[in-house]
Each structure stands twice: as structure tokens, then as C-alpha cells.
């Protein structure tokens, strides 16, 4: 009898650590699910308002420019135009890299210059947004990251794919954004501590009785 209660009590309390961590694990995924639809959201808006301005100037440019190598990309006068504009835009704002693509895949503009005239044509998330029309976004964590004239550390970021509207309603280039989400992940972080700590005292208190 004593061995029994002893195996029940081991039994019971590996089944109480267990369902603890797998509702954290839930809740967190969760949560990260919610960060990333809200950060494209939000990334969506932005695309919208920089395309107002943006695209009546640059869109000839972004969608007619002959060269692909990236240093004659970056030695036109426009990329430099777009750049200032780009800056402007996004000062005081969470944005720590904007991308224009054109619709061969082709990066004509990148605030990070060294990235102007990659090839993305088979990137799923410039697929999704040149061919489908849709947004791609995804969460990263960054070690190192470039972004506009700095390097920035430990940063986690949503990368998102965003489709540039014409006036006829059809797709004539891609933006790329990535937004900054590292103090609503920590928020997250500390959320998911302290259901951790509840939950474990809760379910201690319901393995002693």
C-alpha cells in the first residue's frame, strides 16, 4: 500500500509539471501568433503611407530601371532620392530596414546599401506578396542587424512582405519591412514567467492536499 501511494504521488506530480510547462508552451505560442499578425498589421499600415509618397515619384524608376548589379543601382540618383525619403519616414519609428522590390525579384532599393540589387525571385514571402497579392510575415531574432546606419544587437524582429498597389488595382512592387518587436517579446517573456510561477504554486498547493 505504501508503494502504491508512494508511485501515485511521483506519478501525479510528473503529470502536474508536465501539463504546467505544456500550458505555458501553449500560452506563449500563442501569444507570439498574436505579436506577429499585429506587427504585419501594423506593417501593412506603414506600407500603405509610404507608398503614398513613395510610389507617385519612384514607381517609373522601380519599375522600368534596366540595371540589376547593385553597384550601378546604387550609384543612380533616385536610390539616393528614395533614401532620403525613406529616412524621413521612418524616424522615431520601430523600422529598422526598408526593401523595394520590383516584380522580377529584382532589390532596387535596400537601407541597407550593400543589399541593393539581390536576387529574391525565390523567396517565398516576395512570391506571396508579387504573385498572390498577399502579406508574408515571419518572426526573427537577430544576434547582429543591420540597420540603416548602424548595427544594432539582440534584436527580435517581424519581417514582413508587403504588396504595392497601383492605381489599376494590380501589383507593381514589393516592400519589405522589418519592425522592431523586441520590448512587446520581453513584455511576453515576463507575462509567461509569471504564469509559469502562479501555475506552479497552484498546482503545488493541489499536489499537497
Do not use: C
Request: net charge negative.
Amino acid at each position: 500500500m505504501f508503494r502504491l501511494l508512494r508511485y501515485f504521488s511521483i506519478a501525479s506530480a510528473v503529470a502536474l509539471i508536465a501539463v504546467t510547462f505544456a500550458l505555458v508552451h501553449l500560452y506563449r505560442d500563442n501569444a507570439m501568433e498574436g505579436l506577429v499578425v499585429s506587427a504585419e498589421g501594423q506593417n501593412i499600415t506603414l506600407a500603405r503611407s509610404f507608398a503614398n509618397i513613395l510610389w507617385p515619384r519612384f514607381s517609373d524608376f522601380v519599375m522600368t530601371v534596366s540595371e540589376t548589379d547593385g553597384d550601378k543601382l546604387r550609384a543612380r540618383p533616385e536610390t539616393a532620392e528614395i533614401d532620403e525619403v525613406v529616412r524621413a519616414l521612418t524616424a522615431g519609428l520601430p523600422v529598422l530596414k526598408v526593401k523595394i522590390h520590383n516584380l522580377d525579384g529584382r532589390t532596387i532599393y535596400s537601407s541597407a546599401p550593400s543589399e541593393i540589387g539581390a536576387d529574391k525571385r525565390n523567396n517565398p514571402g516576395f512570391m506571396e506578396s508579387a504573385r498572390a497579392g498577399k502579406p508574408a510575415s515571419k518572426f526573427s531574432f537577430r544576434e547582429i542587424f543591420s540597420a540603416f546606419s548602424d548595427t544594432v544587437m539582440n534584436r527580435d524582429l517581424v519581417e514582413s512582405y508587403l504588396p504595392i498597389w497601383g492605381d489599376n488595382d494590380a501589383v507593381e512592387g514589393v516592400f519589405e519591412l522589418y519592425t522592431d518587436v523586441t520590448p512587446l517579446v520581453a513584455m511576453i517573456d515576463r507575462r509567461t514567467d509569471r504564469l509559469t510561477v502562479g501555475l506552479l504554486i497552484t498546482f503545488a498547493l493541489l499536489y499537497g492536499v
